[in-house]
């Protein structure tokens, strides 16, 4: 088997990418950053620090990398078994012309195999997603052979990757906690279904993926908002931080209600999921900043994200949401000067004001309840 990974980042390098090599399928990355390309293709091995209570290297061997706007990436469309990402919600769209151009080739050169496409985002359905994308860069002729060919597979992707350390000058050095949980949707895929040690199979993919996006997400942002707020650097400082820690750990919960009502979750063991996920933002062994964990701040308070969308969810069943709302306060005020989005969002308050600026980001009705109780939450905090 062969496979082709857009982005060789941290999540490319120490999660998805390990388990395609480890399985001993063939993987070549695709990626735009040269130094990593080059480094890929000179060594075809990089170390995995796989760190908690007992840490080891483990080594990836067998691996090499080309750019993914190249024609070398578009002939391996035409010719792999599987081509998964991990890039980013918002760099989809770029590198769906490279698959669409791919795609075809593989249509012209009346290459039948089933091919498989999983993206490894965090966002709902963003393979269903990527395919849109792909389809409006395909002319239409090629559509339904798309259709009968080609598997687009949504997935829930779970392992927390940081950035390498500062001090480290190897580009593909990667450190990942010893969790990690990839499910995946059975139901899409063409073909024989793969066996992948570490990829789970499910024809009940949206439970899994809104358990994920909306727990350890949903706490993992506000762990960041309001860590930032308290002044810690990391996660790790702000999840330890008791006032931090009691309005993630209630907010998981009242995400969690809705979670347990929609999906009929077993309620002692989704209390087991949301310890075992405070015990994880713990982690001694990961430097994990608050600036990695609340990037995009306009992504993440966008109406299907880990903010809004549990919110819209207690809405919906009537239940309690103040750690939600006192979380969505807390991400109107992140900072970064490092991150356009946070600054587009600090713009956006100074000129239209809280109120007006949470309900065009969120979707969320600006003369609604729960908006009134964001803004006053807003205002008191420092
Ligand atoms: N890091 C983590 O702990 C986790 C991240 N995720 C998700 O995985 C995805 C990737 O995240 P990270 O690996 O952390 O980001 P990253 O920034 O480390 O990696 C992204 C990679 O994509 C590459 N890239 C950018 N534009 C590209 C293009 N046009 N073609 C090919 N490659 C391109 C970048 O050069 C980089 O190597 C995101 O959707 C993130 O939400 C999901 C679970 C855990
Ligand atoms: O990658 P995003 O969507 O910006 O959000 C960061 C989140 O992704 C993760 O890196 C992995 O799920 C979490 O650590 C964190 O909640």
Redesign the pocket.
Known sequence: MKALH???????R??IGKLLADAGIELIF????QA?LDALNARHQYPVHVVGEQAQVETVTGVSAVN??SDEAIALIAEVDIVTT????Q?LE??AGSIARGLAKRSDSANSRPLNIIA????VC?TSQLKQHVLAALPENYHAWIEQHVGFVDSA???????GEAGSNDPLEVTVETFSEWIVDKTQFKGELPTIPGMELTDNLMAFVERKLFTLNTGHAITAYLGQLAGHQTIRDAILDPAVRAVVKGAMQESGAVLIKRYGFDAEKHAAYIEKILGRFENPYLKDDVERVGRQPLRKLSAGDRLIKPTLGTLEYQLPHDNLVTGIAAAMHYRSALDPQAQELEALLNSVGPQAALAQVSGLDANSEVVAAVVKAYAVMP
């Open positions: 857009f982005g060789a980042g941290n999540i490319g120490g999660f695709a990626d735009v950053n990593v993914s706007s991990a890039v980013g919600p760099i770029r590198i490894c985002e965090n966002m963003g992707v779970d392992r927390i990757v940081p950035p």
